[in-house]
């Protein structure tokens, strides 16, 4: 199970997750986030990281000259893309080397919506209706039209819920961010270790 822990913003839980194993960390780069982080700053976690660990910068409603620069500021080796996406902005970031996560609402996914962009390598992030939120994803959406393509389950999940989560739905990998957190923002050792556990043990 690939397991990625999203929103960190301390060197102190970047190492906690690294120790736990998670295959990938998130930053957030969106403005309006609590988790919201300068790439310069984010720069200094990706240098901390092993390189078997994926680095992910996460925006929304992002310009693709924005998503780009702040790649580069942070050394990210992936971006992932919530909301808008500008035409060639996928093709752009996989010619800048990155890798690319599609995050799209359950419920946008089933109705049609962005299904053109998705490139081959694209990997596709299911999520819940207001990203980083907590709010679950629309489970009748992600029992409807279950991707063919590898793709990642997000939204509400939580060291309680991951499991039984991993099979109902059978995504290849994870992403949390809300339910491994003691107070808004704020992540706790405890729940980023209960979460890893609980979803590799599904
Ligand atoms: O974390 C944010 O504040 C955020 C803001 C804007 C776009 C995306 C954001 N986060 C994305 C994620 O952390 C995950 O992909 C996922 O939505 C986590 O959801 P949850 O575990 O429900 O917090």
Redo the contacts with the bound molecule.
């Keep these: 199970m690939f397991v990625k822990v999203?929103?960190i913003t301390t060197p102190e839980m970047l190492d906690v997750c690294v120790d736990a194993s998670v295959d990938a960390v998130?930053v957030?780069f969106?403005p309006?986030?609590?988790?919201?982080i300068e790439p310069g700053d984010a720069r200094m976690l990706g240098e901390r990281l092993p390189r078997s660990v994926e680095f992910v910068g996460?925006?929304?409603d992002a310009p693709t000259d924005t998503v780009l620069e702040a790649a580069h500021v942070a050394g990210l080796t992936t971006v992932?893309l919530?909301?808008v996406v500008e035409p060639g902005g996928i093709e752009a970031a996989e010619a800048a080397g990155l890798r690319v996560i599609r995050?799209l609402g359950a419920a946008e996914y089933a109705a049609g919506a962005a299904h053109d962009s998705l490139l081959p390598a694209v990997r596709l992030?299911l999520?819940?209706p207001d990203?980083?939120?907590?709010?679950?994803a629309d489970p009748a959406s992600l029992l409807s039209r279950p991707p063919e393509r590898s793709w990642l389950l997000?939204?509400?999940?939580t060291p309680d819920n991951v499991a039984e989560r991993i099979r109902a739905y059978s995504p290849y990998g994870v992403?949390?961010?809300?339910?491994v957190e003691s107070s808004r923002g704020v992540k706790s050792e405890d729940l980023i270790r209960a979460f890893v556990a609980a979803a590799c043990s599904a």
């Design positions: 999203c929103g998130g957030v969106a309006r986030s609590v988790r919201y996460v925006f929304q992932q919530h909301g995050a992030l999520d819940g990203p980083g939120s907590g709010e679950a997000a939204g509400g999940l992403d949390v961010s809300s339910g």
